[in-house]
Structure formats: C-alpha cells, structure tokens
C-alpha cells in the first residue's frame, strides 16, 4: 500500500483516465494539490475524464474536494467526467463534496408594486399605532406625575423647573425675536408689493396683524422651539438612557417622569405662550419697520390700522393654541429620548425623529384649531 498519494494519468484516445492511490488525505495537502496541478493540461486537452478511485487507501473531505475539483474542471467546459471504483466507506463523502455549491439560486420574481405599497402601508399602520400608543403612556404618566404634585407641593422640583425654564425660554428670546422679526417684515413687503397693484396697501397691517396673531406667530415659534429645545431633550434623555443613568434612578426609588420629564414639559408650557407673544410683538414691530420704509405708511397710520384690523380675540386663539403646542413637542421629545438604544446611531435617529414628529403634530393641531375656533365663531 502506498503511503504518499499517486495520481496516475493515462490517455486513451480523447478519453483520460486518471487513477488517484493511497491516502488523499489532509496530511498530505501540498502534495495533492501538486499532483492536481500536474494533470491540469491534460484535463483540458481531452473530451472526456474517467477517475478511478479503487485505488486510494484513504479519504477525507479535503482529499474528495480536491478529486472534484479535477471533475468540475473537465465539466466546465461541456466535457464528460464519471467517477468509478469509489468504494462503498467512500461513497457517502464523496455523494455530499458532489453536492458543494450546486445549487443554483433561482431567480427571483420581480415584486408586486401593489403589494410592496400594501406592505409600506401595513408596516406604517403599525408604526403609527406604536407612536400614538407611546404618546398616550407618556401623557398618563405626566398626568399622574401632576397629580402626585397636586397632591405633595413639595415634591416638585422647583429649581430644575426654573433652570429648564432659563434654558428653553430665556435664552431662546434672542433667536425668537430675530426669526420672528424677519417674518413679519417679510410679510408685510410681499403684502405692500402685491396690494399696491389694487390700491389697497393698507389692507397690509390687516394680514400681517391677524395672521401673526392668530396663526403665524405662534406655529413659527413653536417649529422653533421643538426644534431647539425638542432636540435637547431627546439628546440629553437619550444619554442618559445610553449610560443607564434612567435606570439607576429607578433602582434608587425615583420615578423618572418626575424627576426628569415633568420639568422639562412643564417649562415649555409655561415659556412657550411667553415666547409667543414676544414673538408676535417682533414680527409686527418687523412688519411696522417695513410699512414706514418701504410702503411709505406713517407710523401713527400702522398702529391705528392695526388697532382697528385686530382684536383681543385674535390674541386669544394664538395663544390658547401655545401651551397643547408645548405639550405636543415635550411628550414627542421626551417619549423618543426614552426609545433610544445603546447606540450613537440610534440616538441620532430618534433625535431626528423628535424633531420631524414634533413638527409635524404641530401643524396638525394648529389646524384642529383654526377649525374649531371657526367653528364657535372665534
């Protein structure tokens, strides 16, 4: 018996006929793979291979992998290779190299679009109901967190309120200020511009009084708020909830809503109908500065117009809109923060999504409003 592996080669005609001896085994690899290579021409060079595998004493998967190679190298290029002599201890090793990467992936159908949107549209619905399910939670929380306040004014945690309020009220005013001044200017321009064309510049102080009273003033700066001080506190609850300080306070006793969210919405309540107003007195200081210098309206004019073009009524709707807006962007801020995982990327995501999210049910609601204050004639 042989102790190093042979690989005999001998033509016949077209035919070769290739006899592997003794033991093709992984111990003797460098040489299998010498011996493959030796009859690698001649492989090519006949129609057809024959292996005769009566003489091989032993055989393990790298051996039987290597004797196939030799068999798909003669099948590639459309010629014949049959196996004979395989004893039967070797039969079953070599049955499973056969069937090595045989498999040929099908091909895959091309997806329904009809399906593909049903699917977008499930996956959506169930999303949607994940969110609003979250938000009511959070909501029930904060209504318990307010009534255990109620309840024991002690408790609630007076210097991180007044903190929360210097950071999302005081020091936003100057940014406030700036935006809403510029919208205001903005729209009394495009108003004189257009209006003028009928005669009827004056009806200017009118649009820019009522729509930053009852609906611009107060949208645009509850967009900016969420997405200043939204953005913040999904930020800073997600990192904690990342270094699992969130849960430290739980194992300490300390309910988390109370703790750390009900401050932080109880602020943007309280700041957001101040920085509403400011805002609004900005944007129609904006829009007097443009009715003096370019629609040529006296001051003394501006106010009287805007006196008689506005109401406390619309002062009113505009602000009873900013404290459910405040609520809004705090339950969406600090329910996305408490969703963030153990990762950079899902904190980054989720603060996206606070942003988005906030903005958008801002939106909504405003307009729930405009439809309900028109329905009670407001």
Known sequence: MNSEPLLLATPSGDVLKLRPE??????????????????????DRSSAV????????????LGAWVLEKLSRRAASSGRSAEFVGVADHFSGLMDEVRQ??????AAAAAPNPVLLRLG???????????????????????FIAVIGVLR????????????????????????????TFLIGAIIAQQGFFHFRRFGAESYTVDMVGILVLRELGVLIVAIMVAGR?????????????????????????????????????AALVIALPILA?????????????????????????????????????????????APFMALVIGIVACSEGLRVKGSAESLGRQTTTSVVKSIFLV?????????????IGM
Not at 50 to 61: E, F, I, P, W
Not at 121 to 142: H, N, P, W, Y
Not at 153 to 166: H, K, N
């Open 50 to 61: 024959t292996l005769d595998m009566s003489g091989v004493s032993a055989l393990d998967t």
């Open 22 to 43: 003794g033991p093709w085994t992984a111990a003797n690899v460098s040489a299998l793979e010498t011996l493959s290579r030796s009859v690698g021409a001649d492989v």
């Open 363 to 375: 939106i909504v609601l405003d307009g729930l409003f405009a439809i309900f204050f028109a329905s």
């Open 100 to 105: 090595v990467n045989r498999h040929t992936p």
């Open 152 to 179: 024991r004014p002690r408790s609630l945690r007076l210097t991180s309120l007044v903190y929360q309020l210097y950071r999302i009220g005081w020091q936003a005013i100057p940014i406030v200020v700036l935006i």
């Open 277 to 321: 107003f400011i805002g609004a007195v900005a944007a129609l200081y904006g829009g007097g500065l443009v009715a003096q210098f370019y629609g040529g309206m006296a001051p003394a004019i501006y106010v009287a117009r805007l006196h008689e073009a506005i109401s406390v009524t619309h002062f009113e709707v505009g602000i009873l809109k």
């Open 229 to 265: 001080s939204g953005s913040a506190y999904t930020a800073e609850l997600g990192s904690m909830k990342m270094r699992e300080e969130i849960d430290a306070l739980s194992i300490m006793g300390l309910d988390p809503v109370h703790v750390l969210i009900l401050p932080r919405v």
């Open 120 to 142: 977008d549209l499930g996956k959506s619905t169930v999303g949607a109901r994940e969110d609003v399910t979250i938000f009511l939670q959070m909501l029930g929380a904060l």
